[in-house]
């Protein structure tokens, strides 16, 4: 760890504090425009501003950014169709929201833009991202199949396991939404402590004189390493996401597998 | 002090947790190789998968490595 625990200085934790910008209260609920806010408007004018900027011209032969945008599109309408199946993709526009939301609010966290804020790095706002996915499921589950949707926690087994099976396959199910969040949320922390704590270990070792400004060269490098991991991470957990999404929204289409 | 320091042994024994995720994405990672390298035809659609072990697995030993920092820091 940073050797001021505490201090503002190489504090690997300070970055997830969330300021308040603009305070303001609504009957008497604090709804301050924070720069968790901010960051969370940021996303969404990028990333729809992105894909109607990038579509526009709507080309027969994509220009450069066109064909971001396609790339983007068929790859989570591939994998849409392929867990869900055609009958599915009822679901994409839903998939790809959250799959473009989650990328773009990691992604942005990993640039130094000022006051910058990781949306997903607070758990609160994962957690509301997979109880919005949960609502869906469980919503739409319940509307097509009615109480046959219970039949997802009757594996297809001999009745005498069953007194333990559905136990089980209930507590997996009410799991799944804290798993979901604690995933994205876990990853985006940890990733980001990493990098600060890597910054900080710059600072501490500049302090040493000549030969530690030389010897800086390695936490740098591992720096640099770590912050091309993150971009990777940062695509793998929206990706992530997405994936499980869809393969919960399967347990709502088909509940007795 | 005693506090402090229970703190940090805690925090170091919950990391211990990310070794298990170590030996799971070399289990995964290896076994990938191992099966691209017999039917490199059919590594590329596996490629999705692997990427999701990975991601899954890597969140386990994520999970310790945040009860590490609540211990240090909550």
Known sequence: MASEHGGNTLDPIHQFEIQNIYPMEIFGID??????????????????????????????VPGRLQSVAELVYEFIANMVRQILGSEGMKFFPFVFTLFIFVLFAN???????????????????????AMLVMVVVVGYGLYKHGLGFFKLFLPDVPVILLPILVPIEIISFLSRPISLSLRLFANMLAGHVALKVF??????LGSLGTLGILATVMPFAIGVALTALEFLVAFLQAFVFATLTCIYLRDAMHPSH | MEVDAARYIGAGIACLGMGGAGIGLGLIFGNYLAGALRNPSAAAGQFTNLLLGFALTEALGIFSLVIAFLALYG
Do not use: C
């Open chain 1, 31 to 60: 709804a301050s425009f924070t720069n968790s806010a901010l960051y969370m408007v940021l996303t969404l004018i990028l990333s729809a501003g992105f894909l109607i900027f990038s579509m526009r011209g709507r080309a027969l």
């Open chain 1, 107 to 129: 992604t942005l966290g990993l640039f130094p833009l000022p006051m910058v804020f990781t949306v997903t790095s607070a758990l609160i706002v994962t957690f509301a991202l």
């Open chain 1, 199 to 204: 910054a900080g270990f710059i600072i501490s």
